[in-house]
């Protein structure tokens, strides 16, 4: 019986294809360390044909092959490089053409067979991922389309509401252009009749002086003993001087009265004409809080329905203004109940804008209190950081996000961010990233470059550039350049062009 646990050396009457092939099989099969009917064992093969295949006088098949490359990979824990393999197969397949035509043939087809399938396979997968691509666009084009459609709605009522106060201003500018108008003339009369009385003050003294020259006079010839006669002159001169004293009195009390109306419009007619708009304006929201809460919600539902924007926003600013948090609660509620939500959300987003930031952080948990699973309270909400973010100040930003954060209100914070970062106008942003701390305005500028519009952040470049932020403009370039490459070419032209 022949010994297959060793390798004998190959035989001279090999095909030269075959004995390339099986040089190359020994010299794996070698890396293992196992004799030929170890191996054969372990792979559950027939040790005489297993010993045939690697002397070369049989040309082995495929699986056998694959088989041993499994094999010293696991020994090796690693896999054999790929252009080993190719060299293995290429001799496999030049050997089996020698020894087998027809099984070269056969293995020829199920070579291309694998091929065909592995590009099927490869289409399929490609085909999933194009088609999840495909979903994840679609969905993208469908969510920005409906923000397309809420900011044009939001652009638009913005534009109404403003037409409407600005009707409203003409009005009472034209109003009171016809009052200053007034105030100009009597103030040019009262100049006027103040010239004349500085005149007649000024003859009444040197009638005074006139007279005074004539008693010290008189007085002199009387006490030197002349003439009678010269004491009725005196007694007449003292009662001129006396008259021209009383008159004298008289012409500087109505020049000081002339001078108390007219010093204050020629001293600041423009503060004192605002200041009067002021009050007035002041007097006005005051009268409309103070109506019966019934009254202000059947006037703010009948501005709603007849699209009255401009009175419906005067009542929104006095009740946002004037009101504590619970009544404006309960108008609100009112509101939204009687089937008037957009104007109860109109509502909440002018107390954000108008209310003390106390007040406001009063108002906005009482809102979670409402019904429907909290969708009302959430949606005012919304409405209220959203306002909120994009029309107060820096400072009152600032303010109200400590306020929100020492009460435990980080979602609401977050949320201020969010709106501030995608919504709030380029100047206002760049104020606000000026006043925050480094590591909060580094933190918002990485919102920004995800949620900014293009077409906005050139403007807040050129805000940031003019109030000398260098640090956090190079910051937003460089997230810009990094996050959006495809944009940011065509960003810096904005920029250069804005400039120009």
């Not at 289409?123 to 900011?151: D, F, K, S, Y």
């Not at 409203?168 to 006027?192: F, G, I, M, N, T």
Request: hydrophobic residues 40%.
């Amino acid at each position: 019986m022949v010994d297959h646990s060793s390798l004998r050396p190959l035989g001279e009457d090999v095909p030269e294809d075959a004995a390339r092939l099986a040089a190359a099989l020994r010299e794996l099969f070698s890396s293992l360390g196992l004799s030929v009917r170890r191996y054969a064992s372990r792979t559950h093969r027939n040790a005489g044909a297993v010993s045939r295949y690697l002397n070369g006088t049989r040309v082995p098949p495929w699986d056998f092959v694959t088989e041993l490359f499994i094999e010293v990979a696991k020994q090796k824990k690693a896999p054999l490089r790929q252009e080993a393999m190719e060299l293995i197969k290429e001799s496999h397949r030049n050997a089996l053409k020698v020894s087998n035509k027809r099984l070269h043939e056969v293995q020829t087809l199920q070579d291309q067979l694998e091929e065909a399938d592995a590009r099927v396979q490869q289409a399929a997968i490609r085909e999933q991922v194009l088609m999840e691509g495909l979903q994840v666009r679609e969905q993208r084009i469908a969510e920005l389309e409906t923000r397309h459609v809420e900011l044009s709605a939001r652009r638009d009522k913005e534009i109404r509401e403003r037409e409407g106060t600005v009707a409203e201003l003409a009005l009472a500018r034209e109003s009171d252009s016809d009052e200053l108008a007034r105030l100009k003339s009597e103030v040019d009369q009262l100049r006027v009749e103040l010239q004349r009385a500085k005149e007649s003050s000024a003859a009444a003294e040197e009638r005074c002086r006139a007279l005074e020259e004539r008693l010290a006079t008189a007085e002199e010839e009387a006490q030197a003993g002349r003439e009678a006669m010269d004491s009725d002159k005196l007694e007449e001169a003292q009662r001129s001087a006396e008259a021209a004293k009383a008159l004298a009195d008289e012409l500087r009390q109505q020049l000081d009265d002339l001078k108390a109306r007219v010093d204050p419009p020629t001293r600041a007619p423009a503060d004192v004409f605002l200041h009067l708009l002021e009050e007035r304006a002041r007097e006005k929201a005051q009268q409309l809080a103070g109506r019966p809460v019934d009254a202000n919600i059947r006037d703010l539902i009948r501005f709603s329905v007849k699209g009255d924007s401009s009175p419906r926003y005067e009542l929104a600013m006095a009740l946002a203004q004037w009101s504590t948090p619970e009544v404006f609660l309960g108008i609100c509620q009112e509101v939204w109940s009687k089937g008037h939500p957009t104007a109860a959300t109109e509502l909440v987003g002018r107390a954000a804008t108008e209310m003390s930031l106390a007040d406001l952080g009063v108002l906005l948990p009482l809102l979670l209190e409402d019904g429907e699973d909290g969708r009302q309270g959430n949606q005012l909400i919304h409405a209220a950081l959203y306002h909120f973010a994009y029309f107060r100040s820096a400072s009152e930003v600032i303010a109200f996000m400590r306020l929100l954060s020492e009460a435990g209100w980080t979602p609401w914070v977050n949320k201020i961010n969010t709106h501030c970062a995608a919504d709030r106008k380029g100047v206002r942003l760049a104020e606000l990233l000026h006043e925050l701390a480094p590591e909060d305005a580094y933190a918002l500028i990485e919102m920004i470059v995800r949620l900014r519009r293009s077409g906005d952040i050139p403007a807040l470049l050129l805000h940031l550039e003019a109030l000398g932020l260098d640090a956090y403009l190079e910051r937003l370039l460089s997230r810009l350049a990094d996050q959006r490459p495809d944009e940011y070419e065509g960003l810096l032209e904005g920029v250069e062009l804005a400039r120009d």
